[in-house]
């Protein structure tokens, strides 16, 4: 196994000092010479990677024991496969059980059209994703933009490739931090701005028949998901701005969400709530639009 931590040109921490400490010999270490951004920096951890299968991992994500293992039965039995992944624990910044992610199959298997189920929404993360380095040389590298949704767009071009293997076993733990909720991406709208960038992209992967439905399924999800994200940043955060950006993209995504919730305000105690959730944000919101 090559092990090799790959520093985008980190400016804080003496990388390379720690893997020289820690790695005992065993990790390699490279430098870009300069910044180049995620999405990039990910395109050269391939490049690097020497290996048949490749895992790339950030560095607050885990992966559980018996993780490899479980992908070398995986590729070993599905031998057309172009990439597997696992179902995942999401755990917050102390390491504490969150959530799981949705069962994609009932048992270890091939995905029937993958890449239409993956691109209704985005199931994967980097640390449950195992990929052949053959698929990686076929489909390129990742997107030459760093916006959010560059591992989405590529999980779905493989998927729209190759066939994709799913394991119900939760081997890896993805890391999510309040900050992210507080941070420039969410409440200023980007990570939905990137969401929607990136659909336009792999919606293009899919059979032309199946774009439309898939599209209208993605946005109902996101158009939701932003909206709950915009309530919990005006009355968790008290971020009216951050608020505002948020449905702003929510209406982008779904106008019926608002639409209704505007009809059946007086409906019940939680609408009145979002009553006054609307009065104090639409200025805003117009401003944002």
Not at 95 to 118: C, K, N, Q, R, Y
Not at 161 to 168: D, G, H, K, M, R
Request: charged fraction near 30%; include cysteine.
């Amino acid at each position: 196994m090559q092990i090799e931590v790959v520093d985008d040109c980190s400016p804080d921490v003496d990388v390379e000092k720690l893997v020289k400490e820690f790695g005992n010999s065993r990790i390699s270490f490279y430098r870009n010479p300069e910044n180049l951004g995620h999405s990039f920096n990910f395109t050269e951890c391939i490049r690097r990677a020497k290996g048949e299968l490749i895992h790339l991992l950030h560095e607050d994500d885990l992966v559980k024991p018996g993780f490899y293992k479980k992908f070398e039965e995986i590729f070993d039995k599905y031998k057309t496969i172009g990439a597997a992944y696992c179902r995942q624990e999401y755990i917050d910044e102390d390491g504490g059980t969150m959530f799981f992610s949705d069962t994609d199959l009932p048992e270890t298997g091939i995905m029937d059209d993958a890449a239409v189920l993956l691109a209704e929404r985005q199931r994967i993360q980097y640390c449950s994703m195992v990929v052949k380095r053959s698929a990686y040389e076929k489909t390129g590298g990742f997107m030459m933009k760093n916006i959010g949704c560059e591992d989405w767009e590529m999980w779905v071009r493989i998927a729209a490739n190759f066939p994709v293997a799913y394991t119900t076993e939760a081997l890896a733990k993805y890391r999510i931090h309040r900050s992210s909720m507080t941070g420039g991406d969410m409440r200023t709208g980007r990570d939905m701005r990137d969401l929607r960038e990136s659909a336009e992209i792999f919606t293009e992967y899919l059979p032309k028949e199946k774009r439309k439905e898939v599209a209208l399924k993605r946005n109902l999800h996101y158009g939701s998901y932003s909206f709950e994200n915009a309530k919990k940043m005006l009355n968790e955060f008290k971020d009216e701005e951050g608020a505002a950006a948020q449905l702003s993209e929510t209406i982008k995504l779904n106008p019926e969400i608002v639409l209704i919730i505007w009809i059946f305000l007086d409906s019940s105690r939680y609408l009145l709530r979002v009553r006054e959730f609307q009065l104090l944000l639409l200025p805003k919101i117009m401003k944002v639009l």
